[in-house]
T-cell receptor, first 111, second 113 residues
Framework: GQNIDQPTEMTATEGAIVQINCTYQTSGFNGLFWYQQHAGEAPTFLSYNVLDGLEEKGRFSSFLSRSKGYSYLLLKELQMKDSASYLCAVRSYNAGNMLTFGGGTRLMVKP | DGGITQSPKYLFRKEGQNVTLSCEQNLNHDAMYWYRQDPGQGLRLIYYSQIVNDFQKGDIAEGYSVSREKKESFPLTVTSAQKNPTAFYLC????????????FGPGTRLTVT
């Protein structure tokens, strides 16, 4: 089976930087993905890591360490609209290359 | 406009009734998925289909059924056998072989009383 852990909630201040961690245990690892989901809406794809290292995309960056089973999503220059849930998902060969989602981290950005 | 549609956005049913949620996509994607999301939790895979006339059970298929008679459509039936059907249901699709590139519909919030 697969196990994905992320903090349930985080709070940060507008303009600041926040790091959302995700740890996972899986066999047949084939990529880690981050999605953003505003309350009551569908998730939208943010980033994808399959090799170790940092992927940067504007204000958002995602890091992966396969040996440690660890990833983080880094959000810079936080804006109020970044208040949302951030879902970490792992793809595994052993699960038919389907995505398994973590419980999500609800981020609240305060002025 | 290409995208995924789910209707209705809110659905109310009495316990013991079967209910079918619709999902239609015009993205020409081969693969389609159904997820369930409970408050404060992540998405759990119910069923998925990688090609027309074929579908596979996900992690929580019990009490649900699907069909994939057309590439564009992947309806989900929540049967009376599903013990806790009240949830937010999300449909998604992706190009073949690119399961990470999932495009989600707006979701249907089902309440069963």
């Amino acid at each position: 089976g697969q196990n994905i852990d992320q903090p349930t909630e985080m709070t940060a201040t507008e303009g600041a930087i926040v790091q959302i961690n995700c740890t996972y245990q899986t066999s047949g690892f084939n990529g880690l993905f981050w999605y953003q989901q505003h309350a009551g809406e569908a998730p939208t794809f943010l980033s994808y890591n399959v090799l170790d290292g940092l992927e940067e995309k504007g204000r958002f960056s995602s890091f992966l360490s396969r040996s440690k089973g660890y990833s983080y999503l880094l959000l810079k220059e936080l804006q109020m609209k970044d208040s949302a849930s951030y879902l970490c998902a792992v793809r595994s060969y052993n699960a038919g290359n389907m995505l398994t989602f973590g419980g999500g981290t609800r981020l609240m950005v305060k002025p | 406009d290409g995208g995924i549609t789910q209707s209705p956005k809110y659905l109310f049913r009495k316990e013991g009734q079967n209910v079918t949620l619709s999902c239609e996509q015009n993205l020409n994607h081969d693969a389609m998925y159904w997820y369930r999301q409970d408050p404060g939790q992540g998405l759990r895979l119910i069923y998925y289909s990688q090609i027309v006339n074929d579908f596979q059970k996900g992690d929580i298929a019990e009490g649900y059924s699907v069909s994939r008679e057309k590439k564009e459509s992947f309806p989900l039936t929540v049967t009376s056998a599903q013990k806790n059907p009240t949830a937010f249901y999300l449909c998604a699709s992706s190009p073949s072989g690119r399961t990470y590139e999932q495009y989600f519909g707006p979701g249907t919030r089902l309440t069963v009383t």
